[in-house]
């Protein structure tokens, strides 16, 4: 608990003090103490969004460090996650990153709080998946899910609302779209998702940083990294920018359908 509450301070005590704002429209003018240098596009292009990038591991339930075909799911996923922030600041767009750090260790519930506090306009979770197959597939709540966990004051928190839980099968289903234009003849689409499906939301009825989310969440498995084929791809440096332009480009389609 303590060593929660000091990730969260730390990660908060860095952020900016136009936290509150997910639209650059909605800044307030001359705020005192920003910062932030101006994208590099020109104007019009510019999509004025506050993405939450959330390299999903180490977390409440794994590690992620397990050695898979030569690499692991944290490496990969931190990887891809410092290449699409550097791409969607490129884009135009603000990035919240949930940890500075490939081993820093962040609760899933933390995940979303962090999302949220931060003024974030949506989140994706990246990961790697262990399961029969290739490719990547895509999850959205599709329910309201009920945390579990017993010895945290938010044990049977619910969540989340019906509004998020729309906007983050939208969300899911935009992203899908991109990773299959960029990603076609490189990785198969493996399909879209409620998190009822996987193994913790078939529990709690959504994934725990779904249930606590307040804006449009997508988590993405990226690529089976226990396939040697897909594991093969993700280690290479062009593979992992491939992947992180597949995953910006379903991003802009959400904000420009
Ligand atoms: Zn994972």
Known sequence: MKYRAVIIAGLFGAAPPYAAAADWNALPAGVPGLTRTAPAVSAPERVRTLVCVDAGHPNTFSAGTSPVNGTNETHINWLVALELERLLKEKGFEV??????????????????????????????LHCESTPGSGFALYYPDRQGTFEYNDDPDNGFKGPSPQVRADSRTLAAAVQKGMKAVLAGILPDRGLYGDSRTAVGSSQGALTFSIFSKIPTATIEMAVLTNKNDAAYMKTEAGQRKMAQAIAAGILNYKNP
């Open 96 to 125: 919240l990153m949930t940890k500075s750090a490939e081993l820093q260790y962040v609760e899933n519930k933390d995940r979303a709080l962090l999302c949220n506090g931060g003024g974030a306009a949506l989140a994706v979770h």
